[in-house]
């Protein structure tokens, strides 16, 4: 497989934030992702180190991981730091042999949100 170039869909700053992936292969047929691990980083400048402005890991059970299916999640509390404007972002894949391979490259872009306090 190679790398999908992949742009997200905006989100809002300080929103838990949930994107569903299905990992297939270069045949189009869902991957058996279990026991894999994922790894997804939001950088603003893709220079600088890791673990960049907003990073996660992730990983599939059950009937999801067996058809391929992954949902990286972000909670309000993380996505609360960021600042409004856009990211770049990838999506690692470690398989259970350990081979690492970047799934998805793209950007994504947060928006600033208007509630800053919720009582």
Same mark, same amino acid.
């Given at each position: ?13 300080? #929103?838990?934030?949930?994107?569903? /992936?299905? $990992?297939?292969?270069? =045949?189009? %047929? ?6 894999? +691990? @994922? ?24 009937? #999801?991981?067996?058809?391929?299916? /992954?949902? $990286?999640?972000?909670? =309000?509390? %993380? ?6 404007? +856009? @990211? ?24 600033? #949100? ?6």
């Amino acid at each position: 497989m190679s790398y999908e170039s992949k742009d997200l869909p905006p989100f809002v700053r300080g #929103d838990d934030w949930t994107i569903k /992936l299905n $990992i297939k292969d270069s =045949n189009k %047929q869902a991957v058996d992702i279990t026991g894999y +691990t @994922y790894y997804m980083t939001l950088k603003s400048d893709i220079d600088s180190a890791d673990p960049g402005d907003l990073q996660t890991t992730a990983s599939s059970v059950g009937a #999801d991981a067996t058809s391929g299916i /992954l949902y $990286i999640n972000f909670t =309000n509390i %993380q996505t609360d730091t960021l600042e409004s404007k +856009t @990211y770049n972002y990838d999506i690692q894949q470690r398989d259970d042999t350990g081979t690492i391979q970047t799934l998805f490259i793209g950007k994504v872009k947060v928006v600033k #949100d208007v509630t800053r306090t919720i009582a």
